[in-house]
């Protein structure tokens, strides 16, 4: 599979991803802001769901550098991706804004359930 590339923006917000399959995995790359970095890698595999057994979700590990905040962004997408996808899922994220307001992190996050709904969308065409 060709890497995907994908964009997300409102206002002076814009957030981009790169998705790619290594074999059957999902390597997911996220970044925005005035500083794109890696600050937080989420890495997840899927197993049955704990509720009902019958449908699927996932289990995650996260590394967060020291200071940085993604950890949930990529908790939250990788174990989205491996649940939906039932394949093992490594998403990195580094977004950065100086000086954001509630309301500001809020629309963030609010862009990368988007971004990832994106992602989601393309890979399970792509299947």
Same mark, same amino acid.
Request: zero cysteines; proline letters at 4%.
């Given at each position: ?7 997300? #923006?409102? +206002? ?6 790169? !998705? ?5 995995? @999902?390597?997911? #790359? =996220? ?11 989420? =890495? ?12 699927? *979700?996932?289990?995650? *590990? /996260?590394? /967060? ?8 962004? !990529? %908790? ?12 093992? !899922?490594?998403? $990195?994220? +580094? ?6 307001? *509630?309301?500001?992190?809020?629309? @963030? ?6 971004? $990832?709904?994106? @992602?989601?969308?393309?890979?399970? %065409? *792509?299947?």
């Amino acid at each position: 599979m060709k890497p995907y590339a994908f964009e997300v #923006s409102k +206002g002076r917000f814009k957030i981009q991803a790169l !998705v790619q399959k290594v074999g059957q995995d @999902i390597l997911v #790359s =996220m970044w925005g802001g005035t500083i794109p970095h890696i600050g937080a890698v989420g =890495m997840a595999t899927p197993r049955p769901s704990l509720r009902d057994p019958k449908k699927m *979700s996932a289990t995650s *590990s /996260t590394f /967060t550098y020291v200071g940085h905040k993604e950890d949930a962004v !990529v %908790k939250r997408v990788s174990e989205l991706l491996a649940g939906r996808l039932k394949t093992k !899922v490594v998403v $990195s994220a +580094g977004i950065h804004w100086d000086d954001l307001t *509630s309301r500001e992190i809020d629309i @963030i996050a609010k862009l990368t359930r988007k971004l $990832s709904a994106q @992602i989601l969308e393309k890979l399970e %065409k *792509s299947k």
